[in-house]
């Protein structure tokens, strides 16, 4: 029967994910001791709370951006811009999806902390006890980290979708006499949209719940949803309020792909009517 096919696999999904899911919401709804949103309301109050929430936010969108952005021009050069090692940086791109997080803020730190590379050139050269650089400990630092860290997730569906684009739709407008940039924007643009989308959600969503980035940074004054949630379950001890601010968590993230999942869907339906 069919539906005995689906319950091993539902078992597991239970046991593994959703029992402790729904472990998390209980914990925020009172535990044991009976139901109740109160611990809702003391943490929405909080206003270490609402800077986690609007940091995660601010940082999750503009990460998001300058991921699509950077994203884009660098899979358009890799696709359409012949040069040696094409295909290596290519092939990179897929290697550099494997990397873990703090990896790339600890050669970021190398770069541009304080006792990096950047500002020993600096004091080197001009003879100053210190260097400029000294933004990684802060907002800027781990949105530059994020960016970095975030956008081969963009091209990758990027490269993919390039990659089926037919080029006799290239050569035809540049013979029409369309310059590059306008190749770009009414050509390789709307075939890139998918991609784009799928792409730039997908690193929404990491981004709201990046945790290691912010730690390494060690911007002390920059604190995000997931940061919140490992200093009120750790630090402090009170598991109620981390449940809350997971739970909060939780529901920005399913929010956001329900979203994207509508928005593919409906563009699904406008292609194929059309």
């Given amino acids: 029967m069919p539906w005995a096919l689906a319950l091993p696999p539902v078992a597991v999904l239970g046991l593994f994910f959703l029992y402790p899911l729904g472990l998390v919401v209980r914990e925020s709804l009172g535990?044991?001791?009976?139901?109740?949103?109160?611990?809702?309301?003391?943490v929405f109050a909080?206003?270490?709370?609402?800077?986690?929430?609007?940091?995660?936010?601010?940082?999750?969108?503009?990460?998001?951006?300058?991921a699509l952005v950077l994203g884009f021009v660098l899979a358009l050069v890799i696709a359409f811009v012949p040069f040696p090692g094409g295909r290596a940086v290519g092939r990179f791109v897929d290697v550099f999806l494997s990397f873990p997080s703090f990896l790339i803020t600890l050669a970021l730190?190398?770069?541009?902390?304080?006792?990096?590379?950047?500002?020993?050139?600096?004091?080197?050269?001009?003879?100053?006890?210190s260097g400029p650089f000294d933004f990684l400990h802060t907002r800027w630092g781990v949105l530059l980290a994020e960016v970095t860290y975030f956008t081969p997730f963009v091209?990758?569906?990027?490269?993919?979708?390039?990659?089926?684009?037919?080029?006799?739709?290239?050569?035809?407008?540049?013979?029409?006499g369309a310059k590059a940039p306008r190749i770009v924007r009414?050509?390789?643009?709307?075939?890139?949209?998918?991609?784009?989308?799928?792409?730039?959600?997908?690193?929404?969503?990491?981004?709201?719940?990046?945790?290691?980035?912010?730690?390494?940074?060690?911007?002390?004054?920059?604190?995000?949803?997931?940061?919140?949630i490992y200093s009120r379950a750790i630090l402090d001890g009170d598991w109620t309020a981390a449940c809350v601010v997971a739970v909060v968590n939780i529901a920005l993230s399913g929010g956001l792909y329900a979203l994207y999942r509508t928005v593919l869907t409906r563009g699904g339906l406008r292609r194929a009517r059309a």
Avoid: H
């Fill in 31 to 42: 535990g044991d001791g009976g139901t109740t949103t109160a611990a809702y309301g003391q």
């Fill in 109 to 129: 730190l190398f770069v541009y902390g304080r006792a990096g590379m950047a500002n020993g050139l600096w004091t080197d050269v001009t003879g100053d006890a």
């Fill in 46 to 66: 909080q206003d270490a709370f609402r800077d986690a929430l609007g940091n995660t936010v601010l940082i999750a969108v503009g990460a998001t951006a300058g």
């Fill in 186 to 228: 009414r050509v390789i643009l709307p075939e890139a949209l998918p991609a784009l989308a799928a792409g730039g959600s997908l690193v929404l969503v990491m981004c709201l719940n990046e945790f290691g980035i912010v730690l390494f940074t060690g911007a002390k004054d920059v604190t995000t949803l997931p940061v919140l």
């Fill in 155 to 176: 091209m990758r569906p990027l490269l993919a979708a390039f990659s089926q684009l037919e080029t006799a739709q290239l050569e035809v407008a540049a013979s029409l």
